[in-house]
């Protein structure tokens, strides 16, 4: 399903796709390891592609959206990302790539080009 990027509800997309993060790595962490910050250590985070080119009166709207998600640009000046998307208070690396992967479809749903990214630490 995508929308118009200019029609999303924005508060209401950043607190859907953090609190899917949240519960999905949370969920991981105590189905997995029992609750504890067991495993690899590690980030992950969300990477957001723009359609439109910054300069552009489209780019800097689309822009505008992906602040209001939490994103920030990344060190290409084309990208956005949004790291630990979950919010996660752990080092473990597969509970954060979970919620980076339940917040990449979250945004993905609503029609946003995101991906998740992960490394170890």
Request: charged share 25%; aromatic share 8%; proline share 2%.
């Amino acid at each position: 399903m995508t929308h118009d990027i200019a029609e999303l509800d924005l508060p209401a997309l950043r607190t859907a796709m953090e609190t899917a993060a949240k519960t999905s790595a949370e969920g991981f962490l105590k189905k997995h390891y029992d609750g504890q910050d067991w495993g690899a250590c590690g980030f992950a985070w969300v990477t957001i592609y723009p359609k439109h080119k910054g300069n552009t009166k489209e780019g800097r709207e689309e822009r505008k959206v992906y602040r209001a998600l939490g994103a920030e640009l990344d060190h290409t000046g084309k990208n956005f990302q949004i790291w630990n998307p979950a919010k996660i208070g752990c080092q473990n690396i597969d509970a954060k790539e979970e919620g980076a992967t339940t917040a990449a479809k979250i945004l993905q749903m609503a029609g946003i080009d995101a991906h998740s990214h992960s490394r170890l630490d």
